[in-house]
């Protein structure tokens, strides 16, 4: 065996004897380092004759290649054993409380109008938005609404002149007239918002949220209308089938006019949407009247087309079981936190409506 | 609207169940709101037998009756009535039980030391005589029914319709007869007409005062002498009951039940009372007028009334006077039949806030034409019942009443409704309802009954057909799933982002009312106008709110009560900013509540709120000024650099208002205006793979330099290599002198073409320390 076979040996059975990395750090230098075995060989390798240089040197390459395996298995070995000794200590009560987080909410009336929105988009509606202070021209007149006329009473307005000229919308139908004002037949929108009536009990309050619809075209009959609110409701709520019944009623401004009620029962104390024998009201709606028409410069004899309205707060209470209308306005932080939604839960066609 | 199916078949002819109706009623637009058993109280009242009625032992003319009322036990119950006996059937009335004479509520009470388990009742106690000398003493046909209740249950139940403001005609039932007629539920009974002998012409002389304000055009009348008034018969009393109505005398029971029979309100005088003659005209401002509601009216001008020749008696259409009203003594009466303008009515109940079932009617449109028929069946009722002896009638008119005809092409009908109804259809519901038909080539001529005042053009007849066809029949059409516009507009989709936005900093979204009180708003309003509501909820909720901040905060605090001391919420909305229709704008508002906060935490929540919203930091500046709401010291407002738009205020809300608490606004316009008109294409980015170097400087500073303007400073030095300069440390005190402060930075250097030698950084670095040193008169901290 030649010398160097034998130093090589030798640092190759320290190589693996080394307990921590400064001796391997010491053995290192005397491989690799600059006056190491190797680079030392490699010097001796200028006096010999070319045969014999090939030959020392594939021998040399070899011993390299294999000592430097070795030495990096010793290091990784090395490196893995310090970590598990530091593991071994490090230990902490992972059940000790996260750091504080906080979770905002969307108020149920804000996520109900983005499902709303959401699910009229699918079928080509798109919003517009009115102003919360109207003109009594715009929220009854124009609306076929004259001045005193019964029907009025139905809205206990809220006035903000004294002369009765301007006041708090009573529902969100003067957009309808707004919307065809500036614009041009045909008409596919839906308008959501905050109305307001003078009233404040158990189940009424002085502001709501209605959300208007309106589509005028040539040519769209009732027959339009119950198919659009028969997507809708089904789409809302989440159900394969509703039971839906449209009962004739007045509002000044569509002829004829309906009142829509759905089937629902009570199961376990809970409302169940679509079946059942009991009815409920949950929207007006109707063919737009031609005077309605006629004053927001629609031609009737060439356009026409439905209106509706539905109670956004009603709708949300039947859909998330919440009992109480005035708690919605009463901004309890329980209440916000428990019935309000994360704010990445947003409604979509894609995803679905609700988590 | 109430009433009963017996009453319904006084009209109409049908074999429908009670149940068929309801439904029916629902379906052609009459809504019936209630069923309700007709008064139900009555169905206490129980048969008993005395057992044994013994003297009570503390009064003399007491007894102590042991009462049989059909269970295991007797009931032992006090009696004063002198025929009380053993044996004796008679009618109990349990605890719980209302009396009808006196609406008083049976309760367990002692009298006299003796316990009494509820009543047993005299004829006059059960308003079924003026009998009240002693209970009432049953046949022995009643022994087997001992435990039963006394009046039968099985009366009609009440039907209560709410009916919509442009039916009038089914406010009487006759009405609402011919609506089900229509929609094939039996036939409609001829109306009778009248058999008694008229004797005598109407002598009172009736005069209306022409003009074009004036309410009434038609006043019809006759006089009914030598008459007993009296109570009216049970029949009658049960179905004014059954109205929800109190049963006062034959004359006014009769004009009650005529009112909701045929829809024709009535009006009854006393004839004696009438000075002279009627006179229908304006009133004249400041006269006054009793009505029968006792209560005293100050008159306007301009409001229709009845007069004599001394004084208003009535006003036209709405409500009689104390002065001519009839009494159960009254002999001789005058019956008021006639037609008041709806307008005007409703205006002039509404100015005097009275309302009365006449008005409620008036208001709403009558049928000109059941002038006549009113007055011939109420007088017949009335001498019926009363005796006495009836005038021929007299009506005064000054107008003609009109006969309106629409030319109607039945083709409206499935073009407005999507399906097919045969013209001879058509034609049928319509007759069926009262509607004259002609037929004019292709059109139909459709003559208005007059009692129809809600129907003006052709669709008003299309919503006639199908409703009594149906709307079950109409066919669904699918919706399209076609877009030709985006859902939301740009702005939309801001408010919508916003939302979320801020949501998901951990703040709670409220809604609160868009009105606040005007106190609490003072505080916040700065200069924006006040905008008042004339007739608020309520005088702490009385103005439109000109920030989100009042209701916030005051939400803010009774949340606090509740006992949540940290707390975030926000709200999206509108705030007023004048009375017109538009004068507002969107803000999104958070307010926070906790320990250890302070205006870096909320601002942080603003910035980034804006930088999602897609308004870059390097876009805006802050300003030093906000409204006083805020803290001066501790609030500013973040401004855009190229116009100076005002995006959003946040700050420390002013301790005088609430104690340290946190808040932000963001105004939604302005940030979407300079969003719009600052558009900007993103341009491609290279990353520079170069060496990047950190060099951090400490400057003494004076203690008023912002630090928004040192960054500004040094990052202008060399825009291409300084990529970012971040302030570590604020320091004061120490070796500081006390006006000024040590503001320590990073600055990150690093060029886009090579790496940056030794050399390079202390060039770039000494720049950096002259310049601030100069613009910023500040020192490089050794």
């Given at each position: 065996?030649?010398?160097?076979?034998?130093?090589?040996?030798?640092?190759?059975?320290?190589?693996?004897?080394?307990?921590?990395?400064?001796?391997?750090?010491?053995?290192?230098?005397?491989?690799?380092?600059?006056?190491?075995?190797?680079?030392?060989?490699?010097?001796?390798?200028?006096?010999?004759?070319?045969?014999?240089?090939?030959?020392?040197?594939?021998?040399?390459?070899?011993?390299?290649?294999?000592?430097?395996?070795?030495?990096?298995?010793?290091?990784?070995?090395?490196?893995?054993?310090?970590?598990?000794?530091?593991?071994?200590?490090?230990?902490?009560?992972?059940?000790?409380?996260?750091?504080?987080?906080?979770?905002?909410?969307?108020?149920?009336?804000?996520?109900?109008?983005?499902?709303?929105?959401?699910?009229?988009?699918?079928?080509?509606?798109?919003?517009?938005?009115?102003?919360?202070?109207?003109?009594?021209?715009?929220?009854?007149?124009?609306?076929?609404?004259?001045?005193?006329?019964?029907?009025?009473?139905?809205?206990?307005?809220?006035?903000?002149?004294?002369n009765m000229k301007t006041l708090l919308r009573t529902h969100t139908s003067p957009v309808q007239v707004r919307t065809m004002l500036k614009g041009k037949p045909p008409f596919k929108i839906i308008a959501p918002g905050r109305t307001y009536r003078s009233d404040s009990d158990q189940t009424h309050t002085p502001m709501f949220h209605q959300l208007e619809g309106l589509h005028i075209d040539k040519n769209i009959t009732m027959g339009h209308l119950k198919g659009c609110l028969n997507y809708f409701i089904k789409e809302f709520f989440e159900v394969n089938k509703i039971k839906m019944r449209f009962r004739p009623s007045h509002f000044p401004f569509t002829e004829p006019s309906a009142e829509v009620d759905i089937g629902y029962k009570i199961e376990n104390n809970k409302i169940v949407i679509g079946e059942g024998d009991k009815w409920l009201e949950i929207l007006g709606c109707g063919m737009v009247h031609p005077n309605v028409l006629k004053n927001s410069k629609v031609d009737p004899n060439?356009?026409?087309?439905?209106?509706?309205?539905?109670?956004?707060?009603?709708?949300?209470?039947?859909?998330?079981?919440?009992?109480?209308?005035?708690?919605?306005?009463?901004?309890?932080?329980?209440?916000?936190?428990?019935?309000?939604?994360?704010?990445?839960?947003?409604?979509?066609?894609?995803?679905?409506?609700?988590? | 609207?109430?009433?009963?199916?017996?009453?319904?078949?006084?009209?109409?002819?049908?074999?429908?169940?009670?149940?068929?109706?309801?439904?029916?009623?629902?379906?052609?637009?009459?809504?019936?709101?209630?069923?309700?058993?007709?008064?139900?109280?009555?169905?206490?009242?129980?048969?008993?037998?005395?057992?044994?009625?013994?003297?009570?032992?503390?009064?003399?003319?007491?007894?102590?009756?042991?009462?049989?009322?059909?269970?295991?036990?007797?009931?032992?119950?006090?009696?004063?009535?002198?025929?009380?006996?053993?044996?004796?059937?008679?009618?109990?009335?349990?605890?719980?039980?209302?009396?009808?004479?006196?609406?008083?509520?049976?309760?367990?009470?002692?009298?006299?030391?003796?316990?009494?388990?509820?009543?047993?009742?005299?004829?006059?106690?059960?308003?079924?005589?003026?009998?009240?000398?002693?209970?009432?003493?049953?046949?022995?046909?009643?022994?087997?029914?001992?435990?039963?209740?006394?009046?039968?249950?099985?009366?009609?139940?009440?039907?209560?319709?709410?009916?919509?403001?442009?039916?009038?005609?089914?406010?009487?039932?006759?009405?609402?007869?011919?609506?089900?007629?229509?929609?094939?539920?039996?036939?409609?009974?001829?109306?009778?007409?009248?058999?008694?002998?008229?004797?005598?012409?109407?002598?009172?002389?009736?005069?209306?005062?022409?003009?074009?304000?004036?309410?009434?055009?038609?006043?019809?009348?006759?006089?009914?002498?030598?008459?007993?008034?009296?109570?009216?018969?049970?029949?009658?009393?049960?179905?004014?009951?059954?109205?929800?109505?109190?049963?006062?005398?034959?004359?006014?029971?009769?004009?009650?039940?005529?009112?909701?029979?045929?829809?024709?309100?009535?009006?009854?005088?006393?004839?004696?009372?009438?000075?002279?003659?009627?006179?229908?005209?304006?009133?004249?401002?400041?006269?006054?007028?009793?009505?029968?509601?006792?209560?005293?009216?100050?008159?306007?001008?301009?409001?229709?009334?009845?007069?004599?020749?001394?004084?208003?008696?009535?006003?036209?259409?709405?409500?009689?006077?104390?002065?001519?009203?009839?009494?159960?003594?009254?002999?001789?009466?005058?019956?008021?039949?006639?037609?008041?303008?709806?307008?005007?009515?409703?205006?002039?109940?509404?100015?005097?806030?009275?309302?009365?079932?006449?008005?409620?009617?008036?208001?709403?449109?009558?049928?000109?034409?059941?002038?006549?028929?009113?007055?011939?069946?109420?007088?017949?009722?009335?001498?019926?019942?009363?005796?006495?002896?009836?005038?021929?009638?007299?009506?005064?008119?000054?107008?003609?009443?009109?006969?309106?005809?629409?030319?109607?092409?039945?083709?409206?009908?499935?073009?407005?409704?999507?399906?097919?109804?045969?013209?001879?259809?058509?034609?049928?519901?319509?007759?069926?309802?009262?509607?004259?038909?002609?037929?004019?080539?292709?059109?139909?001529?459709?003559?208005?009954?007059?009692?129809?005042?809600?129907?003006?053009?052709?669709?008003?007849?299309?919503?006639?057909?199908?409703?009594?066809?149906?709307?079950?029949?109409?066919?669904?059409?699918?919706?399209?799933?076609?877009?030709?516009?985006?859902?939301?507009?740009?702005?939309?989709?801001?408010?919508?982002?916003?939302?979320?936005?801020?949501?998901?900093?951990?703040?709670?979204?409220?809604?609160?009312?868009?009105?606040?009180?005007?106190?609490?708003?003072?505080?916040?309003?700065?200069?924006?106008?006040?905008?008042?509501?004339?007739?608020?909820?309520?005088?702490?909720?009385?103005?439109?709110?000109?920030?989100?901040?009042?209701?916030?905060?005051?939400?803010?605090?009774?949340?606090?009560?509740?006992?949540?001391?940290?707390?975030?919420?926000?709200?999206?909305?509108?705030?007023?900013?004048?009375?017109?229709?538009?004068?507002?704008?969107?803000?999104?508002?958070?307010?926070?509540?906790?320990?250890?906060?302070?205006?870096?935490?909320?601002?942080?929540?603003?910035?980034?709120?804006?930088?999602?919203?897609?308004?870059?930091?390097?876009?805006?500046?802050?300003?030093?000024?906000?409204?006083?709401?805020?803290?001066?010291?501790?609030?500013?407002?973040?401004?855009?650099?190229?116009?100076?738009?005002?995006?959003?205020?946040?700050?420390?809300?002013?301790?005088?208002?609430?104690?340290?608490?946190?808040?932000?606004?963001?105004?939604?316009?302005?940030?979407?205006?300079?969003?719009?008109?600052?558009?900007?294409?993103?341009?491609?980015?290279?990353?520079?793979?170069?060496?990047?170097?950190?060099?951090?400087?400490?400057?003494?500073?004076?203690?008023?330099?912002?630090?928004?303007?040192?960054?500004?400073?040094?990052?202008?030095?060399?825009?291409?290599?300084?990529?970012?300069?971040?302030?570590?440390?604020?320091?004061?005190?120490?070796?500081?002198?006390?006006?000024?402060?040590?503001?320590?930075?990073?600055?990150?250097?690093?060029?886009?073409?090579?790496?940056?030698?030794?050399?390079?950084?202390?060039?770039?670095?000494?720049?950096?320390?002259?310049?601030?040193?100069?613009?910023?008169?500040?020192?490089?901290?050794?």
């Amino acid at each position: 065996m030649s010398d160097f076979a034998k130093l090589r040996d030798e640092l190759k059975n320290k190589l693996t004897k080394a307990q921590n990395s400064k001796e391997v750090d010491v053995i290192r230098t005397e491989i690799f380092g600059k006056n190491g075995l190797i680079n030392l060989e490699f010097k001796k390798l200028g006096s010999l004759s070319p045969e014999d240089k090939k030959k020392v040197a594939s021998e040399i390459n070899s011993a390299k290649q294999e000592l430097t395996k070795l030495f990096n298995n010793k290091v990784t070995k090395l490196i893995d054993d310090e970590i598990d000794q530091r593991i071994k200590k490090e230990k902490d009560d992972v059940t000790l409380p996260e750091k504080d987080f906080e979770i905002g909410k969307i108020h149920p009336v804000s996520q109900v109008i983005d499902e709303i929105s959401s699910i009229f988009s699918e079928i080509g509606f798109s919003v517009e938005e009115g102003p919360d202070v109207e003109t009594e021209y715009y929220n009854f007149t124009a609306l076929n609404t004259p001045e005193n006329h019964p029907a009025k009473d139905m809205h206990d307005t809220f006035y903000i002149e004294e002369n009765m000229k301007t006041l708090l919308r009573t529902h969100t139908s003067p957009v309808q007239v707004r919307t065809m004002l500036k614009g041009k037949p045909p008409f596919k929108i839906i308008a959501p918002g905050r109305t307001y009536r003078s009233d404040s009990d158990q189940t009424h309050t002085p502001m709501f949220h209605q959300l208007e619809g309106l589509h005028i075209d040539k040519n769209i009959t009732m027959g339009h209308l119950k198919g659009c609110l028969n997507y809708f409701i089904k789409e809302f709520f989440e159900v394969n089938k509703i039971k839906m019944r449209f009962r004739p009623s007045h509002f000044p401004f569509t002829e004829p006019s309906a009142e829509v009620d759905i089937g629902y029962k009570i199961e376990n104390n809970k409302i169940v949407i679509g079946e059942g024998d009991k009815w409920l009201e949950i929207l007006g709606c109707g063919m737009v009247h031609p005077n309605v028409l006629k004053n927001s410069k629609v031609d009737p004899n060439k356009f026409q087309g439905f209106a509706f309205g539905i109670g956004i707060d009603r709708l949300a209470m039947l859909k998330y079981g919440i009992n109480d209308l005035r708690s919605f306005f009463e901004c309890d932080y329980r209440w916000l936190n428990y019935y309000g939604f994360d704010p990445l839960d947003v409604p979509t066609n894609y995803r679905g409506l609700s988590k | 609207m109430k009433f009963t199916k017996d009453w319904l078949k006084d009209h109409l002819k049908t074999n429908k169940t009670e149940a068929q109706i309801i439904e029916k009623l629902n379906n052609i637009g009459l809504e019936v709101e209630k069923v309700e058993s007709e008064k139900n109280e009555l169905g206490d009242f129980i048969i008993a037998k005395i057992i044994k009625a013994e003297k009570h032992p503390n009064a003399d003319r007491l007894k102590l009756c042991h009462v049989d009322i059909g269970q295991k036990k007797l009931v032992k119950v006090v009696c004063g009535g002198p025929n009380a006996k053993d044996n004796l059937l008679t009618i109990y009335a349990p605890p719980g039980s209302i009396i009808p004479k006196n609406n008083m509520k049976l309760e367990v009470s002692k009298i006299r030391g003796e316990i009494s388990y509820g009543m047993l009742c005299s004829e006059s106690e059960l308003n079924l005589s003026n009998e009240s000398e002693g209970i009432i003493e049953l046949d022995q046909n009643y022994k087997t029914k001992i435990g039963k209740r006394y009046f039968k249950s099985n009366s009609d139940n009440v039907i209560e319709l709410s009916i919509t403001p442009n039916r009038p005609d089914c406010l009487g039932i006759r009405g609402i007869a011919r609506d089900l007629s229509a929609s094939g539920f039996g036939k409609l009974i001829d109306n009778k007409i009248s058999k008694i002998k008229k004797t005598g012409k109407q002598t009172l002389k009736v005069t209306i005062e022409k003009g074009k304000t004036q309410a009434c055009t038609i006043f019809g009348s006759c006089i009914i002498k030598n008459i007993k008034n009296q109570e009216s018969p049970d029949w009658l009393k049960k179905r004014i009951l059954s109205l929800g109505l109190r049963p006062i005398s034959a004359v006014v029971d009769v004009t009650n039940y005529i009112m909701y029979d045929l829809n024709r309100p009535l009006h009854a005088y006393d004839l004696d009372k009438i000075n002279q003659g009627i006179i229908v005209r304006n009133s004249k401002k400041g006269e006054k007028f009793k009505a029968l509601d006792n209560k005293e009216y100050n008159l306007d001008g301009g409001m229709c009334v009845i007069s004599d020749h001394q004084e208003v008696l009535g006003l036209g259409g709405i409500i009689g006077g104390i002065k001519s009203g009839t009494e159960l003594n009254t002999k001789n009466i005058l019956l008021e039949s006639a037609y008041f303008d709806p307008e005007i009515t409703r205006k002039t109940a509404k100015k005097l806030e009275l309302n009365s079932d006449a008005k409620f009617r008036f208001e709403r449109g009558i049928d000109p034409n059941s002038i006549k028929m009113g007055l011939e069946k109420a007088s017949e009722m009335i001498i019926k019942i009363c005796g006495g002896e009836i005038s021929k009638l007299d009506i005064q008119s000054t107008k003609k009443i009109e006969i309106k005809k629409i030319l109607f092409d039945p083709i409206i009908v499935s073009k407005t409704i999507g399906i097919k109804i045969k013209n001879n259809e058509i034609i049928k519901i319509l007759r069926d309802l009262g509607f004259k038909i002609t037929k004019k080539s292709k059109s139909l001529s459709v003559e208005i009954p007059s009692w129809r005042p809600d129907i003006h053009d052709q669709i008003d007849l299309v919503e006639e057909v199908i409703r009594i066809k149906g709307f079950d029949k109409i066919q669904s059409v699918e919706p399209e799933k076609k877009r030709l516009k985006p859902t939301l507009d740009f702005f939309q989709r801001h408010f919508h982002l916003a939302q979320r936005s801020v949501a998901s900093k951990g703040y709670l979204e409220a809604i609160t009312w868009s009105f606040t009180d005007e106190k609490i708003n003072n505080n916040f309003r700065e200069n924006i106008p006040e905008v008042k509501i004339i007739n608020p909820i309520s005088s702490d909720l009385n103005v439109l709110r000109s920030s989100l901040y009042p209701n916030l905060i005051f939400f803010l605090k009774k949340n606090i009560d509740r006992g949540f001391e940290n707390q975030s919420i926000f709200e999206i909305g509108p705030v007023f900013t004048g009375k017109k229709p538009g004068q507002q704008i969107t803000v999104i508002c958070g307010i926070k509540k906790e320990h250890f906060l302070d205006i870096y935490d909320i601002k942080k929540d603003v910035v980034k709120t804006l930088v999602e919203l897609g308004i870059g930091k390097n876009e805006t500046t802050i300003v030093i000024k906000t409204p006083n709401y805020y803290h001066p010291g501790r609030s500013g407002s973040i401004v855009t650099k190229t116009d100076q738009k005002l995006l959003a205020y946040f700050g420390e809300i002013n301790p005088k208002i609430i104690n340290k608490t946190f808040g932000f606004e963001i105004f939604l316009e302005n940030l979407v205006n300079y969003k719009s008109q600052n558009k900007k294409d993103k341009p491609t980015i290279t990353f520079s793979d170069y060496q990047k170097s950190d060099r951090d400087f400490a400057f003494v500073v004076q203690k008023d330099l912002k630090a928004q303007d040192l960054i500004e400073i040094i990052s202008k030095v060399d825009s291409s290599l300084i990529k970012k300069v971040k302030i570590f440390d604020v320091y004061q005190g120490g070796n500081i002198p006390s006006d000024k402060k040590s503001i320590a930075l990073k600055v990150t250097i690093q060029s886009d073409f090579k790496t940056l030698n030794e050399k390079d950084l202390n060039e770039i670095s000494q720049k950096i320390i002259s310049n601030v040193e100069e613009k910023a008169s500040a020192k490089l901290r050794s």
